[in-house]
């Protein structure tokens, strides 16, 4: 695989990650692209890392993925847990290798902060996403993800 680098997003990104994140929410279900509150969102994550962090995957220094990751504590596993959300790799760099590198990270990064468990959700018929995420070791939780938007 050619030369990539995964690094924790900074401030500076935000141009890249916004358009990374109107990519995604252009092909999700349940979600739109709204650049101003992407921007909030994102700002917000790499100014406080403590409630999570963004990892960046850039290849020949070409910004084409990421991926968040929230930090929260779990009563249920008393200590800390991450949630995954917004894993995105441009599509003309698909299926060579950067999803599974940069999911590789987020799983490596979520362990070397102390998490116990790693969560995402993913649209229910994303059958490509669901069998890559398998494949790394995710499995169906018996939960289901309800929500209440204000």
Known sequence: MPKSEIRIASNDDLPELIQLLTELFTQ??????????????????IEHPD?????????ENKTIGMVNLLYSISTALGGKV????????????????????????????SKERGCLRLTLLTDYNNEAAIEFYKRVGFTKSKMIPMRLIF
């Open 51 to 59: 409630t999570g962090e963004i990892l960046l995957l850039s290849h």
């Open 82 to 109: 991450a949630i995954l959300e917004d894993m995105i790799i441009r599509k003309s760099y698909r299926r060579q290798g950067f999803g599974t590198q940069l999911l590789g990270e987020a799983i490596r990064f």
């Open 28 to 45: 999700d279900i349940e979600f739109e692209a709204d650049y101003n509150k992407q921007k909030l969102g994102l700002k917000t994550i």
